[in-house]
């Protein structure tokens, strides 16, 4: 895998992604329950300090595997998920819009409109952050309805998880205040190989020209050195074209704030770490004390 010892300024995050990311990691980890809680080790379990290291990782493992993580976050998470969704939502655009099957594929991939938004809102919960890109494939070149239709070119909805909504700014234009730029983490599969998957990272930045105001694209694609390691990143700047003409706003949108702020299941997070330590605890009181011990008694030389 490449590494990335050198720093480069598209790689960097908004203050408040810095500030939420570890809380994002916690809930994350939680809803995926025992087992990756119990990978994360000391993380989450602190080892008790001891001079012989091998005996006291055997015994930290031991103490690990006694504890019990009910997972409590994933369950309240399931349980509001389907409170939202235990109805079908109500579309409210044009009947053309929905006769014409554009909610049966609206992310390219398949998933419809509801399940596209029961999804993404089940990730949302989680961290309390994501957003929605609107965008189209590429066309060569101005080509008509007819042929768009053909060709199967529409807009479709993209979704961002919370982690990789790096940065934003906004700025004042036209006497109100715009998003102005994005920068956005992919991982994109790079593969060229039957039955394989090769990842690189790269980034999308949704900008707004400072001079004209119109909307584009650039993409970040790393290029490496001979030890695997990022040397620059090539750009390439996409112009986004609506019927001819550009547009002057960002087709994004973020969830459910402007910002993100504290997660609601955060300190139930909180909790369910501390009850699964103070199970930890406790079983290995009870393993240290109720030990069936033999022992003689009356007996002398």
């Given at each position: 895998k490449p590494t990335d010892k050198k720093k480069f300024s598209i790689q960097n995050v908004h203050p408040a992604y810095a500030k939420r990311c570890?809380?994002?990691?916690?809930?994350?980890?939680?809803?995926?329950?025992?087992?990756?809680?119990?990978?994360?080790?000391?993380?989450?379990l602190p080892m008790a300090s001891g001079r012989d290291r091998a005996e006291r990782i055997a015994r930290y493992e031991a103490y690990k595997q006694r504890a019990v993580f009910v997972n409590f976050v994933g369950q309240a998470l399931e349980f509001m998920h389907g409170l939202i969704f235990r109805r079908c939502p109500t579309i409210t655009t044009g009947t053309s819009f929905v006769t014409d099957g554009?909610?049966?594929?609206?992310?390219?991939?398949?998933?419809?409109?509801?399940?596209?938004?029961?999804?993404?809102?089940?990730?949302v919960m989680q961290t309390?952050?994501?957003?929605?890109?609107?965008?189209?494939?590429?066309?060569?070149?101005?080509?008509?309805?007819?042929?768009?239709?053909?060709?199967?070119?529409?807009?479709?909805?993209?979704?961002?998880?919370?982690?990789?909504?790096?940065?934003?700014?906004?700025?004042?234009m036209g006497g109100a205040e715009?998003?102005?730029?994005?920068?956005?983490?992919?991982?994109?599969?790079?593969?060229?190989?039957?039955?394989?998957?090769?990842?690189?990272?790269?980034?999308?930045?949704?900008?707004?020209?400072?001079?004209?105001?119109?909307?584009?694209q650039t993409i970040y694609s790393p290029v490496y050195d001979e030890n695997g390691d990022i040397k620059e990143f090539e750009t390439r700047d996409v112009y986004i074209m609506v019927q001819g003409k550009p547009i002057y706003?960002?087709?994004?949108?973020?969830?459910?704030?402007?910002?993100?702020?504290?997660?609601?299941?955060?300190?139930?997070?909180?909790?369910?770490?501390?009850?699964?330590?103070?199970?930890?605890?406790y079983k290995n009181g009870v393993k240290m004390t109720t030990i069936p011990t033999g022992y003689i008694t009356g007996y002398t030389e």
């Amino acid at each position: 895998k490449p590494t990335d010892k050198k720093k480069f300024s598209i790689q960097n995050v908004h203050p408040a992604y810095a500030k939420r990311c570890p809380e994002w990691k916690i809930i994350r980890d939680c809803v995926e329950g025992s087992d990756t809680i119990k990978a994360a080790g000391q993380a989450y379990l602190p080892m008790a300090s001891g001079r012989d290291r091998a005996e006291r990782i055997a015994r930290y493992e031991a103490y690990k595997q006694r504890a019990v993580f009910v997972n409590f976050v994933g369950q309240a998470l399931e349980f509001m998920h389907g409170l939202i969704f235990r109805r079908c939502p109500t579309i409210t655009t044009g009947t053309s819009f929905v006769t014409d099957g554009k909610t049966a594929n609206v992310d390219r991939k398949g998933r419809s409109l509801y399940q596209f938004a029961s999804d993404t809102s089940y990730d949302v919960m989680q961290t309390g952050f994501g957003a929605y890109l609107l965008d189209m494939p590429a066309a060569n070149g101005v080509i008509n309805q007819s042929e768009a239709e053909r060709l199967g070119i529409r807009p479709y909805i993209k979704f961002y998880t919370a982690e990789n909504v790096c940065w934003w700014d906004y700025r004042e234009m036209g006497g109100a205040e715009q998003l102005c730029t994005v920068i956005l983490r992919e991982n994109v599969d790079v593969s060229s190989e039957d039955f394989t998957h090769r990842y690189e990272t790269h980034y999308r930045v949704l900008r707004l020209d400072k001079v004209t105001g119109e909307y584009y694209q650039t993409i970040y694609s790393p290029v490496y050195d001979e030890n695997g390691d990022i040397k620059e990143f090539e750009t390439r700047d996409v112009y986004i074209m609506v019927q001819g003409k550009p547009i002057y706003y960002l087709p994004f949108v973020m969830l459910p704030y402007e910002e993100p702020e504290k997660p609601m299941l955060y300190d139930m997070a909180l909790m369910n770490i501390a009850h699964y330590q103070s199970t930890a605890d406790y079983k290995n009181g009870v393993k240290m004390t109720t030990i069936p011990t033999g022992y003689i008694t009356g007996y002398t030389e």
